[in-house]
């Protein structure tokens, strides 16, 4: 394991001319820098700057109108090896506009200049086009808040020797819809139309700029960095967000490999949910030409070849380093933060070994950790080749790690098996939470994976019980149609109702000997592709059909009735009773009103040698038995002091307690969940911790003022939710 003194943070700051051959290769591939004068840019190709920039072949031009087949295609997608399979689904996606089941696009090359100053992207996409259906006469993308120049189409031209150059196009922007944003629609040429047939290939550009309020993109400014020198950008696709990124078409069942050249203000460094590319594309780059940055720039190209939805787009920008983990594994984050990440992930190959032990084969190539400032949104994010981490897993402990474990199930199911509409999403969630906790099981033991299946009933009771047992949002399958805002619907149902269903079906057909087979003959046979849940019925159906028990499963009221399952999954709770037992004393203790020493022979010794997941399991099972009625603050008080709670760093400790102790009005919890909700912007604990503060009496006040004070601190999507939450109208 490399240190981050060890780490050569100064390799961004080289020059393509310099030390890029005399540099480890690993090191070399892994950054794909280029330092070039903008005056260069356009005939970047013709000048060999260094050995690693070899111009590629100029594909041949297509002929005519003529059933255009698609060589340009093939040569444009630089696929080293063997083209992916094409894609289908002709599910409906309630929260697209784009007509991806006529004409899809399938590969887009992208020329990004990202401007710090401006807030803002510039780009081209050259999009690789299919048509799914006869004689399309128009492609629709979904887009928000960006700002379309113009619209060309690429091939195929009418001169067979392109001479004349792009054709452009008549285009126009949709009004805008609140969730949607605008659909863009780029009418075809008529005559062109014509000779369309199923499968025929053409090529299109768009020229872009994005807004500084684009809902995937969060602008820090270098106070909220770690390092506090450069300003620092992460994108946040999922669910429907790519759309105010690049104009694509934002729907999962859209799966597209792309390849991408991003230029930066030295010193930064860029990285992509890809793996980094050493060359840069035959034709130059002509597009970043016409953007000319007044200082000093770096460019950064990748590739990536497996298809991908395109919420799986992923960018990040800012002074990183990087230490290496495994042979296909490494940890980047701001330099100051290095050493503590690859402390902390360095079971990352483990899992990622246990992973395919289970899957199959890893298909990404590599993958790596991207610890993000404070303010990223979610725990993790699967972006392909590259997970985005939150530094709230920084325990210092390797005690928050499953998040890791998650993200790296997901390379499989939800980035490889995707669900084909956002209704489908425990597609995603649910199977991930599985394999999560079939890695930890296979690493940890049996009763690990019956310890996360218990703590995660948990949770679903909770998340029931908090949105209502009969809110349509507690169904498996929710409706989204109508401009539902998939952000709105997300909770904990997906991934634990998800698994809690799969989990029944494993016991129903006999165990994990049976199921595990299953799994890996479902990711093998769903692969690059996508599905709804009445596709999973089938496939299940048919791989059990000689299974009697397996015709006994009622799909309609697992996918479709609110609430709690239909059936009770019963869990080995031996690593969790004690944890239980003691919550159970401290209930009773709180409603018999014995007093605020806690419950006899309540000491620290009681908890020495537990794991911090039996602590968090403690406070969660106390949480649901004193869900009706709050505690008393003078109990919150004393378990505090007893446990040590304030002087843990670990984050879902702290976060289980305050869930306690803010309905009991303790006045040290409120101050330190506010100093919490300062401190990062993780919407698990954002979200639930403004909206307990909000409802007590003591907190509310604190709640509006806090969120007032930092509010904009927050990745868009959190504040927007959070900004909900308090039913304040942004
Ligand atoms: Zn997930």
């Known amino acids: 394991m490399l240190t981050a003194q060890q780490v050569p943070s100064a390799l961004a700051r080289r020059s393509c001319s310099s030390a890029l051959s005399q540099l480890p290769l690993e090191i070399r591939t892994r950054s794909a820098l280029f330092s070039v004068p903008n005056s260069q840019i356009a005939s970047l190709a013709s000048q060999p700057c260094s050995s690693a920039f070899r111009p590629r072949a100029r594909p041949p031009h297509p002929g005519r109108y003529q059933r255009y087949q698609g060589p340009t295609l093939r040569a444009a997608t630089r696929t080293r090896s063997s083209p992916p399979p094409l894609l289908r689904t002709m599910a409906d996606d309630h929260s697209s506009r784009s007509n991806f089941n006529d004409i899809r696009v399938i590969h887009s090359d992208f020329e990004l200049d990202v401007n710090l100053d401006k807030k803002i992207i510039e780009g081209y996409v050259k999009l690789n086009v299919v048509a799914d259906r006869g004689s399309p006469s128009h492609l629709l993308l979904d ?19 392109g001479e004349g150059g792009p054709i452009p196009l008549k285009f126009q922007l949709d009004e805008p819809h609140k969730v949607l944003g605008s659909a863009l629609r780029v009418d075809l040429p008529a005559d062109l139309v014509g000779t369309l047939t199923h499968g025929s290939r053409l090529s299109l550009g768009v020229r872009f700029t994005t807004s500084p309020s684009s809902s995937a993109v969060q602008f820090l400014d270098p106070a909220q960095t770690a390092g506090g020198r450069h300003p620092y950008l992460f994108t946040q696709c999922q669910a429907i967000h790519a759309r105010s990124l690049v104009p694509c078409q934002d729907s999962p069942g859209a799966k597209m490999t792309y390849s991408a050249v991003v230029r930066v203000p030295q010193p930064l460094t860029a990285l992509m949910s890809a793996v980094p590319d050493d060359e840069l594309p035959a034709g130059g780059l002509p597009h970043l030409a016409d953007v000319e940055p007044p200082y000093p720039t770096s460019l950064f190209a990748f590739q990536q070849k497996v298809p991908i939805a395109p919420y799986l787009l992923a960018l990040a920008v800012g002074e990183l380093s990087s230490a290496t983990l495994g042979p296909r594994t490494r940890v980047w984050s701001e330099p100051s933060m290095v050493e503590a990440g690859a402390h902390e992930f360095a079971d990352t190959a483990k899992f990622l070994e246990a992973g395919e032990a289970i899957a199959g084969e890893y298909l990404w190539g590599r993958y790596d950790l991207l610890l993000l400032p404070p303010s990223f949104p979610y725990g993790g994010m699967e972006n392909p080749c590259l997970t985005f981490v939150t530094p709230t897993l920084l325990a ?81 399958v929710p409706d989204l149609s109508g401009g539902v805002d998939p952000d709105d619907v997300f909770s904990s149902i997906p991934y634990e109702k998800g698994f809690y269903f799969l989990y029944y079906l494993q016991e129903l057909v006999g165990g994990a000997d049976v ?149 009991a009005e303790d006045d040290q919890a409120l101050s330190a969940t506010a100093a919490m909700l300062r401190n990062q912007g993780r919407m698990k604990f954002l979200r639930p911790l403004y909206r307990a503060l909000h409802r007590s009496k003591a907190g509310r006040q604190l709640a509006e003022d806090t969120f007032a004070e930092v509010g904009m601190s927050y990745h868009p999507i959190a504040r927007k939710m959070v900004a909900s939450d308090l039913g304040i109208k942004e």
């Not at 499989?412 to 597609?427: I, K, M, R, S």
Request: charged share 20%; aromatic share 14%.
């Open 515 to 663: 199921f595990d087979p299953f799994l890996a003959a479902y990711i093998m046979a769903h692969r690059h592709k996508t599905l709804t849940s009445a596709d999973f019925r089938n496939f299940f159906g048919e791989y059990f059909n000689k299974v009697p028990a397996a015709q006994d499963v009622d799909w309609n009221t697992w996918f479709f009735s609110p609430g709690m399952p239909p059936v009770t999954n019963t869990y080995d709770t031996s690593l969790a009773q004690q944890a239980y037992d003691l919550a159970m004393k401290w209930h009773t203790c709180d409603v018999m009103g014995i007093g605020s020493d806690g419950p006899e022979g309540a000491s620290p010794a009681v908890v020495a040698g537990w794991s911090s997941e039996q602590m968090v399991a403690f406070l969660d099972k106390l949480g649901q038995f004193r869900a009706p009625q709050p505690m008393h603050r003078t109990v919150t008080k004393r378990l505090a002091e007893l446990y040590g709670i304030y002087d843990s760093n670990n984050a879902e400790i702290r976060y289980s307690f305050f869930k306690l102790a803010i309905p």
């Open 143 to 161: 887009t928000r808040d960006l700002t379309i120049h113009r619209v060309e189409l690429l091939s195929p031209l009418q001169s067979p020797t």
């Open 396 to 476: 210092g402990d390797r005690s928050l790690t499953n998040v890791v474990a998650h993200e790296i199930a997901h390379s499989w199911t939800g980035n490889l098996v995707t669900n084909a509409t956002w209704e489908h999403f425990w597609l995603n969630e649910g199977f991930t939470v599985f394999l999560e906790r079939k890695i930890l099981g296979r690493l940890y033991g049996p009763a690990t994976f019956q310890f996360h299946a218990a703590q995660g009933a948990v949770k679903l009771a909770a998340e029931v019980e908090r949105l209502g047992a009969d809110n349509p949002y507690t169904r498996l």
